[in-house]
């Protein structure tokens, strides 16, 4: 199982999204974002958004 906190990036936030690999984790954690971080991402350009999810990846731990 892997694991991706929202805390890990420093959010005021208590999201948790765990899955079986990487890759779901990181479409929940994406559409978690894009929905309860929709202000905070609406202003990121293509290059913020894609260091953003970059970070996020990276913040994805396994349990
Ligand atoms: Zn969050």
Same mark, same amino acid.
């Given at each position: ?10 959010? *005021?936030?208590?999201?948790?999204? +765990?899955? !079986?690999?990487?890759? /779901?984790?990181?479409? &929940?954690?994406? %559409? ?6 929709? *202000?905070?991402?609406?202003?990121? +350009?293509? !290059?913020?958004?894609? /260091?953003?999810?970059? &970070?996020?990846? %990276? ?5």
């Amino acid at each position: 199982m892997e694991k991706f906190a929202c805390k890990h990036l420093g959010m *005021d936030c208590d999201f948790v999204a +765990t899955g !079986a690999t990487r890759e /779901e984790v990181m479409d &929940k954690a994406m %559409a978690h974002g894009s929905t309860v971080h929709a *202000d905070m991402m609406k202003d990121m +350009t293509e !290059a913020q958004m894609a /260091e953003f999810a970059q &970070k996020l990846e %990276a913040s994805i731990q396994p349990i």
